[in-house]
């Protein structure tokens, strides 16, 4: 739903008892309708949403080289997540959100924002699970995590990305979803078959070649989306926030 609408429509809900002073009438005048008798003979319409930019290269890899060029010229990141987990065996999906900083060469964090999620930490080649709520740490290689290992390849790939993925522009579908004017949408399919997932989506700004959201889909049909906002790059992070050491309490255990 349009959010100001949404927003007016609560408002009409709420009504003025608690102290907002919008009542049914007031948000029909704010939304500039007017009662039956006045309203006009033709209203027009408004052109729908572009759901692609206006232009793109005819060959989806030249987005490919754009994203590259952008991550390779970052030394570090920082920004703010949503994570949408579908699960198809229960049909239903889980959000969650949270931090994300990252620094060459392979540094990791993905701090989530409540408790109950487990945290992530990378040093470009183990990974550390933190389990708040059983109060464990899994440790294992960055290769044992389908997620993380997909963020990973585009993140700090270098040519990796063009050597190991087959890319092109994304079908009608994903493109109705995840597509807007100011972003393509690439599907990215591994060369090589790779035992934790199919493949990835990526949303790519059209003129920086930076990556907004992406969706890994996993060999056992879930997927998992992922909406960066704020990012920054080149902040000077510093090495201590990726010195991870396990938190007093906790039992660390190897897989």
Same mark, same amino acid.
């Given at each position: ?35 039956? !008798?006045?309203?006009?003979? !033709? ?8 759901? !692609? ?14 994203? %590259? ?43 989530? #924002?409540?408790? %109950? ?5 990378? #040093?470009?080649?183990? *990974? ?20 993380? #290992? ?8 270098? %040519?990796? *990305? ?24 690439? %599907? ?39 909406? *960066? ?27």
């Amino acid at each position: 739903m349009n959010a100001p609408i949404a927003f007016l429509l609560s408002l009409t809900l709420l009504g003025p008892g608690l102290g907002f002073g919008f009542g049914p009438g007031s948000v029909a005048e704010l939304l500039g309708v007017q009662g039956p !008798e006045s309203a006009p003979a !033709e209203t027009k319409k408004k052109a729908p949403k572009a759901k !692609e930019p206006a232009w793109r290269p005819d060959n989806a890899s030249e987005v490919l080289v754009l994203v %590259q060029s952008f991550y390779d010229s970052a030394d570090d990141l920082e920004a703010k997540f949503k994570q949408v987990y579908w699960n198809p065996t229960y049909g239903e999906s889980r959000k969650t959100g949270g931090k994300l900083k990252l620094k060459k060469p392979g540094n990791m964090v993905w701090d989530y #924002n409540d408790g %109950q999620d487990a945290d992530y930490y990378s #040093n470009g080649t183990n *990974l550390w699970m933190v389990e708040h709520d059983t109060r464990q740490v899994i440790k294992t290689d960055i290769e044992g995590n389908s997620e993380v #290992n997909a963020a990973l390849k585009f993140l700090f790939g270098g %040519q990796k *990305l063009l050597k190991e993925f087959q890319v092109r522009y994304a079908k009608a579908d994903k493109v109705e979803r995840y597509g807007d004017a100011d972003h393509y949408v690439l %599907q990215l399919r591994p060369k090589k078959d790779n035992k934790h997932y199919k493949g990835l989506l990526l949303i790519v700004h059209a003129s920086t070649g930076r990556v907004d959201k992406f969706v890994v889909y996993n060999t056992d049909g879930s997927s998992n989306f992922f909406q *960066l906002r704020g990012i920054k790059t080149n902040v000077g992070l510093n090495d201590k926030l990726f010195d991870f050491k396990v938190p007093r309490g906790y039992v660390e255990t190897e897989e």
